[in-house]
């Protein structure tokens, strides 16, 4: 980076200013020809700030929804549709209800690929609205097309707090909300915002409560291996370093 700087920079000659004055360069400030160096006039520092990108936005994509933009990815899909004990759970909560889900509307609130969508029209659901913010969008229409279900699902692109929906109310709300730790993430505020002020009084909210379950543990190799780490380096007493670790 220095030495870029030192090429974009170059202090003026005695005979074109006074000593210490600093004047922009372009990339190239002279070209080989015919065995000579042949000098290119400096451009004002107007012209070299045209020349900027604009910075982006703040209210970006890049920068205010990057949480959602992760949620483009198809890795993330894949490692949430292969996980037994997350996606089998829903399936059989939904399938083994069908008598609930039979002519009624659902309502996905991060529906991602959709694939509880699938499950509630697969279980009898009259209309399946699936709310989705990432671009994983585009390719859970098409999924639900290639199923059959296309005339059943709708998705709406967009934050479910913004959004509006085809319908003023459903009769059953499916989201996995669920992060790490249970809460992480924040989701549980747009289940609770979508519930409020879509669900039919009666309305069912799949999952309608959760059980957190903690218990302690020891991993002294762990412990070691993240923590005393820190106690010697190369010869040298790294501990202060240790109860911030």
């Known amino acids: 980076r220095g030495l870029m700087s030192k090429q974009r920079k170059a202090q003026k000659q005695s005979h074109s200013g006074s000593a210490g004055e600093v004047r922009w360069l372009p990339k190239s400030v002279s070209r080989e020809s015919s065995g000579s160096s042949v000098q290119q006039a400096p451009p004002t520092l107007e012209a070299f700030r045209s020349e900027w990108q604009p910075l982006p936005d703040k209210s970006s994509t890049s920068n205010s929804d990057y949480y959602f933009n992760s949620y483009a990815r198809f890795g993330i899909h894949e490692d949430m549709l292969k996980d037994q004990a997350r996606t089998g759970t829903y399936m059989k909560a939904i399938m083994n209800s069908r008598h609930l889900f039979e002519g009624k509307t659902v309502l996905d609130v991060g529906s ?5 969508c ?12 699936g709310i989705e913010c990432s671009d994983i969008i585009h390719f859970a229409k098409g999924i639900a097309e290639k199923n059959g279900y296309g005339e059943v699902i709708t998705f709406v692109h967009g934050k479910v707090e913004e959004v509006e929906l085809p319908v003023e109310s459903v009769d059953i709300i499916v989201s996995e909300w669920m992060g790490y730790f249970l809460i992480y993430e924040s989701m549980l505020d747009s289940v609770l915002f979508a519930r409020d002020r879509w669900l039919k009084k009666g309305g069912l909210l799949y999952p309608d409560h959760a059980r957190l379950y903690m218990a302690g543990l020891e991993d002294a190799e762990y412990k070691e291996e993240k923590i005393g780490f820190w106690n010697q380096l190369w010869g040298f007493n790294f501990s202060p370093v240790q109860e911030w670790a």
């Open 112 to 116: 991602g690929t959709g694939i509880l």
């Open 118 to 129: 699938l499950f509630a029209a697969k279980a009898g659901a009259k209309k399946c609205i």
